[in-house]
C-alpha cells in the first residue's frame, strides 16, 4: 500500500480530489493534503510518501521550489506537477528536469487517474529492481566465505591468476591484501579428538578455530582462510604495516607467538589438539603456493603421525631440491578441458608442462615419464570416454613408442597424439552430421504437408533450439529457409505437371490459406503460381 500527498493553496482543489478520486481503489493506504509548500515538507518528514501532486503556482514556496527540495531530500518519490496554461512553457522546462509528469489545468479525474497509475507501475518496477538487487547482495554474502575459501585454494594450488584479475577478485571479496607485499603460511592440522566427531561437529569446530584466530591475529595482520585438500585450515596472513628489512625479524617472531596461542587456546576453549606450522615471508601472491608446499612437506616428513606439535618453518624449512611437475596438476587439468572439447586450450596446457621440463636445469628423466604417463592417461580417459580404443585411432606403434628423453621429443610425440586424436574425433563429428543432415531432409521430403521444427526435432531426438543451431553450422542457411524452398520447388513441380488447381497444392504443401501460398511463390519466382503455370505451358 502507498501514500499520496496533494499540495494546492487553493483548499478546493485538492480538498475535491481527495474525495472524488477512490483512492482505496488505487491501492492507496492514505491521502495527505497540504495547503502550502511548507506544509507539504512537514508531511514528508512525518510520513513514508510514495507521490507527490503540487501545483506549480503558489506563495511562500512554488511547487518549483517544493520539488527542488524533494528531489534533495527525498529522491524515490514520484512528482506530479500542476500547471496552468500561462505557465505552461516556464513549467515545462523545470518538469524536464526534475518532475516526473505534469498535468495542464483543469485536470480530468480519468486523466489524473492514469498518470497516477503509470507512476505506481514505476515505483513497483523500482521496488522489484531494488528487491531483486538485495536479494542478490544477500546471496552473495551468503556465499562469500565459499568464494573466498575457493580463491585461496586456487592460490595454494598453484593457478596462474593475473595481478589485475586478482586485485579486482580480492577487491569484491573485501579482501585488504597487498599484491608484492610480504605474506606468511600458517597451516592447522585438527588431531583425533576432532576426527572422532560427524561432519556437523567438525565444521563447528573449524568454524570455531577460525574465529579464534581472527581475533588473535586481526590486530597487527591481514588474515585469509581456507580448507585446503588435506583438509588442513590453511591461513596466510600479511602485516596491516608494511615492513623494513629490520622489522622482518620482530614481526615474525610476533606472528609465531600468536601462532602458538592459537594453539593452546583452541585445546583450552575446544578441548581437542592441534599441530600448527607456520613459514617464513615470502612475496603474495608469488610464494603462496611454494610456501604453502614447503608447510604441508613440514608436517609430512616431520610431524607424521605425532600430534598437537609446532613447527616454525621460517629458518628450517628449505624447498625440496625435487618438486613435482606444478603445471601437471593445476586447474585446469587436461581432464577437464577434454570434458569441453577445448584444443586450443588442450595444447596450450601440453606447451605449458614442456616449458615447465625445459625451466629446469637437468631434464629429469623421471619428471618427463610422470608428464608422458600423465599425457597418456588423459588421452585414454578421452577416446574410452567417446566409446573408442585409443590404440585404434592413433595405432600401437606410437602408443608403444620409443622412450622419450627431452622435452622436446615429449612435446612432438604428445601433438602427434592430439592431431590424431582431433582429426578423429572432427571426422566422425562432420560423419554424424552428415547423417543427421540426410535425415532431416528425408524427413521433409516425405512429410511436406505437416512438417514443423518441433516434428522435425522430435523425429531426430534432439532439442529444436539445437537442431536449428547445427543445421545452420553445417548447411550454412535456415533450416525453415530449407523448407520454404523445398515446398516452393515441389509446388513448381505440381504446377507443371499436374492439373491440380492452385487451391489443392497449397493444401497438399501445408498451407491452410492459398493466399498466403501465392505470395510465397511470387516472392520465390517473381510469379503468381497461375502466370508460372502459364508460361510453363
Same mark, same amino acid.
Given at each position: 500500500?502507498?501514500?499520496?500527498?496533494?499540495? +494546492?493553496?487553493?483548499?478546493?482543489?485538492?480538498?475535491?480530489?481527495?474525495?472524488?478520486?477512490?483512492?482505496?481503489?488505487?491501492?492507496?493506504?492514505?491521502?495527505?493534503?497540504?495547503?502550502?509548500?511548507?506544509?507539504?515538507?512537514?508531511?514528508?518528514?512525518?510520513?513514508?510518501?510514495?507521490?507527490? =501532486?503540487? +501545483?506549480?503556482?503558489?506563495?511562500?514556496?512554488?511547487?518549483?521550489?517544493?520539488?527542488?527540495?524533494?528531489?534533495?531530500?527525498?529522491?524515490?518519490?514520484? !512528482?506530479?506537477?500542476?500547471?496552468?496554461?500561462?505557465?505552461?512553457?516556464?513549467?515545462?522546462?523545470? =518538469?524536464?528536469?526534475?518532475?516526473?509528469?505534469?498535468?495542464?489545468?483543469?485536470?480530468?479525474?480519468?486523466?489524473?487517474?492514469?498518470?497516477?497509475?503509470?507512476?505506481?507501475?514505476? *515505483?513497483?518496477?523500482?521496488?522489484?529492481?531494488?528487491?531483486?538487487?538485495?536479494?542478490?547482495?544477500?546471496?552473495?554474502?551468503?556465499?562469500?566465505?565459499?568464494?573466498?575459501?575457493?580463491?585461496?585454494?586456487?592460490?595454494?594450488?598453484?593457478?596462474?591468476?593475473?595481478?589485475?584479475?586478482?586485485?579486482?577478485? @580480492?577487491?569484491?571479496?573485501?579482501?585488504?591484501?597487498?599484491?608484492?607485499?610480504?605474506? %606468511?603460511?600458517?597451516?592447522?592440522?585438527?588431531?583425533?579428538?576432532?576426527?572422532?566427531?560427524?561432519?556437523?561437529?567438525?565444521?563447528?569446530?573449524?568454524?570455531?578455530?577460525?574465529?579464534?584466530?581472527?581475533?588473535? $591475529?586481526?590486530?597487527?595482520?591481514?588474515?585469509?582462510?581456507?580448507?585446503?585438500?588435506?583438509?588442513?585450515?590453511?591461513?596466510?596472513?600479511?602485516?596491516?604495516?608494511?615492513?623494513?628489512?629490520?622489522?622482518?625479524?620482530?614481526?615474525?617472531?610476533?606472528?609465531?607467538?600468536?601462532?602458538?596461542?592459537?594453539?593452546?587456546?583452541?585445546?583450552?576453549?575446544?578441548?581437542?589438539?592441534?599441530?600448527?606450522?607456520?613459514?617464513?615471508?615470502?612475496?603474495?601472491?608469488?610464494?603462496?603456493?611454494?610456501?604453502?608446499?614447503?608447510?604441508?612437506?613440514?608436517?609430512?616428513?616431520?610431524?607424521?603421525?605425532?600430534?598437537?606439535?609446532?613447527?616454525?618453518?621460517?629458518?628450517?624449512?628449505?624447498?625440496?631440491?625435487?618438486?613435482?611437475?606444478?603445471?601437471?596438476?593445476?586447474?585446469?587439468?587436461?581432464?577437464?578441458?577434454?570434458?569441453?572439447?577445448?584444443?586450443?586450450? =588442450?595444447?596450450?596446457?601440453?606447451?605449458?608442462?614442456?616449458?615447465?621440463?625445459?625451466? &629446469?636445469?637437468?631434464?629429469?628423466?623421471?619428471?618427463?615419464?610422470?608428464?608422458?604417463?600423465?599425457?597418456?592417461?588423459?588421452?585414454?580417459? $578421452?577416446?574410452?570416454?567417446?566409446?573408442?580404443?585409443?590404440?585404434?585411432?592413433?595405432?600401437?606403434?606410437?602408443?608403444?613408442?620409443?622412450?622419450?628423453?627431452?622435452? +622436446?621429443?615429449?612435446?612432438?610425440? %604428445?601433438?602427434?597424439?592430439?592431431?590424431?586424436?582431433?582429426?578423429?574425433?572432427?571426422?566422425?563429428?562432420?560423419?554424424?552430421?552428415?547423417?543427421?543432415? &540426410?535425415? !532431416?531432409?528425408?524427413?521433409?521430403?516425405?512429410?511436406?504437408?505437416?512438417?514443423?521444427?518441433?516434428?522435425?526435432? +522430435?523425429?531426430?531426438?534432439?532439442?529444436?533450439?539445437?537442431?536449428?543451431?547445427?543445421?545452420?553450422?553445417?548447411?550454412? !542457411?535456415? =533450416?525453415?529457409?530449407?523448407?520454404?524452398?523445398?515446398?516452393?520447388?515441389?509446388?513448381?513441380?505440381?504446377?507443371?505437371?499436374?492439373?491440380?488447381? *492452385?487451391?489443392?497444392?497449397?493444401?497438399?504443401?501445408?498451407?491452410?490459406?492459398?493466399?498466403?501460398?501465392?505470395?510465397?511463390?511470387?516472392?520465390?519466382?517473381? @510469379?503468381?503460381?497461375?502466370?508460372? &503455370?502459364?508460361?510453363?505451358?
Amino acid at each position: 500500500m502507498q501514500q499520496i500527498l496533494l499540495v +494546492d493553496d487553493e483548499p478546493y482543489v485538492v480538498d475535491d480530489l481527495s474525495i472524488s478520486i477512490p483512492w482505496s481503489d488505487l491501492q492507496f493506504e492514505q491521502v495527505h493534503i497540504a495547503y502550502s509548500g511548507m506544509e507539504a515538507l512537514e508531511i514528508l518528514q512525518q510520513h513514508p510518501i510514495d507521490i507527490v =501532486i503540487t +501545483d506549480i503556482n503558489m506563495p511562500e514556496m512554488s511547487g518549483l521550489q517544493l520539488i527542488e527540495t524533494i528531489r534533495r531530500r527525498w529522491k524515490h518519490v514520484k !512528482i506530479v506537477l500542476l500547471t496552468g496554461y500561462a505557465e505552461f512553457e516556464y513549467a515545462k522546462l523545470a =518538469i524536464e528536469q526534475q518532475a516526473s509528469a505534469y498535468l495542464l489545468k483543469p485536470i480530468s479525474n480519468i486523466q489524473l487517474v492514469e498518470v497516477i497509475e503509470q507512476l505506481q507501475m514505476e *515505483i513497483n518496477r523500482e521496488w522489484e529492481n531494488w528487491s531483486s538487487y538485495h536479494r542478490t547482495l544477500q546471496t552473495f554474502r551468503e556465499h562469500l566465505p565459499l568464494l573466498r575459501d575457493r580463491l585461496l585454494n586456487d592460490l595454494l594450488q598453484g593457478r596462474r591468476i593475473s595481478p589485475y584479475q586478482l586485485a579486482e577478485q @580480492m577487491d569484491k571479496f573485501s579482501l585488504p591484501f597487498t599484491l608484492e607485499a610480504p605474506g %606468511a603460511i600458517l597451516v592447522v592440522r585438527l588431531e583425533d579428538f576432532f576426527q572422532q566427531h560427524d561432519l556437523n561437529s567438525m565444521i563447528l569446530f573449524e568454524y570455531a578455530i577460525v574465529n579464534i584466530a581472527n581475533e588473535l $591475529f586481526q590486530e597487527q595482520f591481514s588474515i585469509w582462510s581456507c580448507k585446503d585438500v588435506h583438509e588442513y585450515l590453511v591461513f596466510i596472513l600479511q602485516p596491516k604495516v608494511p615492513l623494513s628489512a629490520n622489522e622482518s625479524h620482530d614481526v615474525h617472531k610476533q606472528l609465531v607467538q600468536t601462532a602458538y596461542q592459537l594453539q593452546k587456546n583452541v585445546g583450552t576453549v575446544i578441548g581437542g589438539g592441534i599441530s600448527v606450522v607456520t613459514t617464513g615471508w615470502g612475496i603474495f601472491p608469488d610464494s603462496v603456493h611454494g610456501l604453502y608446499q614447503s608447510a604441508v612437506s613440514m608436517i609430512r616428513q616431520h610431524i607424521g603421525n605425532e600430534t598437537g606439535l609446532f613447527l616454525d618453518g621460517s629458518e628450517s624449512a628449505v624447498f625440496p631440491e625435487i618438486q613435482t611437475l606444478q603445471s601437471l596438476y593445476e586447474p585446469p587439468t587436461l581432464f577437464h578441458l577434454f570434458d569441453t572439447n577445448h584444443w586450443k586450450g =588442450i595444447e596450450e596446457k601440453v606447451l605449458t608442462i614442456i616449458t615447465e621440463l625445459k625451466k &629446469r636445469n637437468e631434464h629429469s628423466p623421471e619428471h618427463i615419464q610422470e608428464a608422458k604417463h600423465y599425457l597418456e592417461s588423459a588421452f585414454y580417459y $578421452f577416446a574410452h570416454k567417446n566409446n573408442k580404443l585409443l590404440g585404434d585411432i592413433i595405432g600401437n606403434a606410437l602408443l608403444e613408442g620409443k622412450l622419450l628423453h627431452t622435452p +622436446d621429443m615429449l612435446q612432438e610425440w %604428445a601433438f602427434d597424439v592430439l592431431h590424431r586424436l582431433q582429426e578423429h574425433f572432427d571426422t566422425e563429428r562432420k560423419d554424424i552430421r552428415s547423417v543427421l543432415i &540426410r535425415s !532431416i531432409h528425408d524427413y521433409i521430403d516425405r512429410n511436406l504437408n505437416y512438417v514443423s521444427l518441433q516434428a522435425i526435432a +522430435d523425429h531426430v531426438m534432439l532439442h529444436p533450439v539445437y537442431l536449428s543451431k547445427i543445421y545452420k553450422l553445417e548447411t550454412g !542457411i535456415r =533450416i525453415s529457409d530449407h523448407i520454404s524452398g523445398v515446398k516452393m520447388e515441389k509446388a513448381s513441380y505440381l504446377l507443371m505437371h499436374t492439373p491440380l488447381k *492452385i487451391y489443392e497444392i497449397s493444401s497438399a504443401l501445408g498451407y491452410s490459406n492459398a493466399h498466403y501460398f501465392i505470395k510465397l511463390f511470387k516472392e520465390y519466382s517473381h @510469379m503468381t503460381p497461375q502466370e508460372f &503455370r502459364d508460361r510453363s505451358n
